[in-house]
């Protein structure tokens, strides 16, 4: 029997397809985090090789800095500092509930001091992984801090707006790199010709 059916091939040998990068076309997987396209340009203007990785709240706008990349940086700016405000003021209420209940001036202090220690650690981590990425085990680890310490991951995205979307630089440069590695592959497929076919 054929399968043009319509019906899935449970061996997954027919009709299967690779990864979608962020235009729909089917490409693999780079390095790097990239997405790189395969084949000759298609009918939407896609061209092969690496693909920019989108960056959350700005997508691919970080590439050539278009599509509201400073209206963007600006948002995440204002938005990042009225959160962290947002975030005192509520911390500011628990603090003045602990006070109304007494709990004494030890508990008070281990509660202030504990955040403070949160936030610091927060901040570094969420600052340090705009320029290198974190190992993901150790991220499962740091959940419950980088929770506990939310004012300082969002105070390191206020201060790192000001000068460019965060995360920018890390997938610049790994953009940049897999460019190069795939300019590097295709210089050497295009300059070693096929060997003619030996006459009998």
Known sequence: MSEESGTQDPTGTSGTSGPTGPSGAA?????LGTTEASGAPGPTGTTPGPRP?????????WLAHDGGYGAR?????VGSLLAAAAGCFVLRFAYEGLTIADVG??????VVV????????AFRRTWEGFTRRHDPASQASMRGLMTI?????????FFRSLTEAPGEKLHREEYETAREQYEKR???????????????
């Open 105 to 110: 001036t030890f508990v008070n202090l281990l």
């Open 114 to 121: 504990m955040f403070a220690i949160c936030s610091a650690l």
């Open 53 to 61: 990785e989108p960056l959350r709240f700005f997508g691919t706008t």
């Open 73 to 77: 940086r600006a948002g995440v700016a």
């Open 186 to 200: 295709t210089a050497r497929r295009t300059g070693n010709p096929s060997k003619k076919k030996r006459k009998r």
């Open 149 to 157: 310490g939310f004012i300082g991951s969002l105070l390191a995205y």
């Open 27 to 31: 490409g693999t997987t780079g390095p």
